[in-house]
């Protein structure tokens, strides 16, 4: 049995957006991440803005996205995701009304058409492309998805991507075509688009059903094969291109090993259990991503207005980028320990916190490596353990946020400065005296608070004079008190 997540309400975001959902979604996570008073005004106006602007790009205007080129009709443009090119439409096989009247009354059609793509591709990939005019009262969103990602038990050379569309009326269905496409800079870019194209002025009226929600909805399900030998899956590059599709991966992902993921959907969010991807990057343009765990060389997590959460587990950078969302996460980050390329993780959001619990570790006995962390938000406290590092490790780490609390946590191995500023609250640099030595040879621990001066207090600390010059730890803040603890 493939095992298939369909529940899309967890994510922030539900799958299938109208305006008025979008609105109440994007109001309760506002109220969610913000207590605060200050300010609210103005971040209500800023939130009817982006619903504008959402509505704008995604729902009734012109065509999102570009796209280069028509084919097959040519009466008309369909849209083509940029730099990809149509090998074939599938036709689509309906299904009876009465079959699905009984599940969902605003959908009573459905259709479906589905594509083998080869394993073995170069990159597969998923895009999506619409061109939407729409008039008058109608300012809802034409149509949404979802994904589903699942390995199934057969082993095999295909990846299978299946796509149901739902449906008010067959004007709809005629409106949107799913093709086998393949990218024009290279051999075997393997991938399955979804085009939509739709005119209002083509519509009577009196055919209009105002359910309010998307007039089409997908619901896509990609299956991996099993691996061959019966352990990991290997694939070279999976990417998607979407608009407003949320994708889901299932818990049997974990077996399938991504050289390279790239992810990019808007507005609806990305949700894993366990992912493995040597290069991985993930966008979304308003909702959350939230992994459990990511395991990753390198990744880059970017959204806007989405939390991110998870733990992430990565050998040589991560990135997470949000604004008006917290970070909420677990951070592994075990390099090979080598000094040229310093393991690396960037923490940025806006008016949220930010919170991490990051232990780091190199896997080579003989070198403890370097490390560089930063993290930096304007309205949120940022709290960052740093649970563990490596003997003799070199740790650069910057904490910044405006109006806020700052805490480092560090551990006994940390030797190096420690620089804490603000300056209308309190600082303070607290060094544990009564430390062991981590190397278990009874050093003495050296340094201590060396300056303090107005809003800013320095402090020097190691097991020896040479190592209290290894790392540098900065924590700032303007109106938010500052704690060290080492
Ligand atoms: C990690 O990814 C970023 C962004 O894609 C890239 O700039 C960087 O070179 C990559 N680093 C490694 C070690 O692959
Ligand atoms: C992530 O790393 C932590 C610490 O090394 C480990 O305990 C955990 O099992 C890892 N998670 C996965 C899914 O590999
Ligand atoms: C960090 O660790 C603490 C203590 O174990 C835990 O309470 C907290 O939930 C963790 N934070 C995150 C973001 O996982």
Known sequence: MDEKTTDNTNQGLPAYVTHAELAEALHHQHKRQKRRRAGIFLKIVGLIALVHWVGHKYGSTHHTGQYSRSFDDPEDKWPIPPETQVEKCATWSESTPEAFSVIDAHYPHSASASFNLPVESAALFLATRSIIHRHGKHHGLFAAGAIDYVQGTDSGDNVNVAVTAQYWHTAHLEAAKVCLLSKTDGNKQNGVGILTKWEDEDWEDDHDHHHGSTELRFQITVTFPAAKDGKVLDIEKFETDLEVYSQTFAGSMKEVHFKALELKSALAGITAKELTADVATLRTSLAAIDIETLKSNNATLTTALGRIEGTYNVTDSLSLTTSNAPINVDINLVTDGSNERPGNIKLVTTNAAIEANISLASSSESSPGSFDVSAHTAHGQVELPILALPIDAELNLEATTALAKVFVGLPETYEGSIEA??????????????????????????????????????AKVGWSREGTGRGKVQARSSLGGILVEV
């Open 421 to 458: 500023t603000t300056s209308l609250a309190n600082v303070d640099i607290k060094i544990d005296s009564g430390a062991k030595d981590p190397k278990g040879e009874d050093r003495k621990r050296v340094g201590g608070v060396e300056r303090v001066r107005r809003g800013v207090v320095n």
